[in-house]
């Protein structure tokens, strides 16, 4: 039981020092990727629109707070706050920005890699991936609707019902595949934590019949011969005189005691 009870409790450590890795790797690659956008775009289009670049700028801006709270205990802590905002500063922020131009962007193209790139690099957690996108889409949704934007995609006059099921069963297909991967991920750690636990039994119970010296020796070598040699030995044979009729007359227990006083 409490082995069972610790395997939880050690694979969600475990999680987290996985997410925290890989967070890192995700964070860095993000902000130089959208530094070479900023950079691209300036260098083609000299007459920049601010607010574009200030929504590239905020991008990037929580790219780096976001990298930063990878070494503050509280971003340790809690790796799914990083997450959340490491997804969203790349689909929900540009949202802002075509709002002021009147659009309501549906980003298939930047939402579809984001997603992909979330369930390659982090694939645990799928509750996780699956909030990161319901809070996009009902972001996209308020804009459609509450608002005059009208709708545009990178595909001029595309069927919305055809673009929105793409997305639909992307995200589905990101999310299962994230299931199935934790899942085998649980059973791996497991097995090897009652692999671990049988092979601590197994010393324990060595160590109760040599010594451990002896012990160390046999787990090290291939053979299961383990001989000194020693040049000069003396032999002492005893013979307690009594012994067996005290034996009858104490416990087990005492006469192991006794012995081993002996």
């Known amino acids: 039981y409490p082995q069972a009870?610790?395997?939880?409790?050690e694979y969600s450590e475990w999680r987290n020092r996985f997410m925290l890795s890989r967070l890192r790797i995700v964070l860095i690659i993000g902000t130089?990727?959208?530094?070479?956008?900023?950079?691209?775009n300036l260098s083609r289009y000299p007459n920049f629109d601010t607010a574009w670049l200030s929504s590239n700028?905020?991008?990037?801006?929580?790219?780096?707070?976001?990298?930063?709270?990878?070494?503050?205990?509280?971003?340790r802590s809690y790796p799914a706050l990083i997450f959340l905002l490491l997804s969203w500063s790349i689909t929900i922020i540009p949202q802002f920005w075509f709002l002021q131009a009147g659009i309501a962007k549906f980003d298939f193209i930047t939402w579809t890699l984001v997603f992909l790139v979330q369930a390659t690099f982090i694939p645990v957690?799928?509750?996780?991936?699956?909030?990161?996108?319901?809070?996009?889409?009902?972001?996209?949704?308020?804009?459609?609707?509450?608002?005059?934007?009208?709708?545009?995609?990178?595909?001029a006059n595309a069927d919305i019902t055809l673009l929105y099921?793409?997305?639909f069963w992307f995200c589905i297909i990101c999310n299962i595949a994230v299931y199935l991967y934790e899942r085998l991920q649980y059973a791996e750690f497991k097995g090897k934590r009652e692999l671990q636990a049988e092979q601590q039994k197994s010393?324990?119970?060595?160590?109760?019949?040599?010594?451990?010296?002896?012990?160390?020796?046999?787990?090290?070598?291939?053979?299961?011969?383990?001989?000194?040699?020693?040049?000069?030995v003396t032999v002492l044979f005893a013979d307690i005189v009594?012994?067996?009729?005290?034996?009858?007359?104490?416990?087990?227990?005492?006469?192991?005691e006794l012995l081993n006083k002996v």
């Open 32 to 40: 130089f990727s959208v530094l070479t956008f900023i950079l691209l």
């Open 57 to 75: 700028l905020s991008q990037e801006v929580i790219l780096l707070f976001s990298l930063g709270l990878l070494h503050t205990q509280a971003g």
């Open 125 to 155: 957690q799928w509750p996780l991936h699956l909030f990161s996108q319901l809070g996009l889409f009902i972001c996209f949704f308020l804009i459609r609707f509450l608002t005059p934007a009208q709708f545009e995609s990178q595909i």
């Open 203 to 232: 010393e324990r119970l060595l160590l109760n019949i040599l010594p451990s010296s002896i012990a160390e020796r046999l787990k090290q070598q291939d053979s299961t011969v383990v001989a000194d040699d020693f040049s000069k």
């Open 5 to 9: 009870l610790t395997v939880p409790t």
């Open 242 to 256: 009594g012994f067996t009729e005290m034996s009858a007359r104490m416990s087990s227990t005492e006469l192991v």
């Open 165 to 167: 099921l793409y997305v």
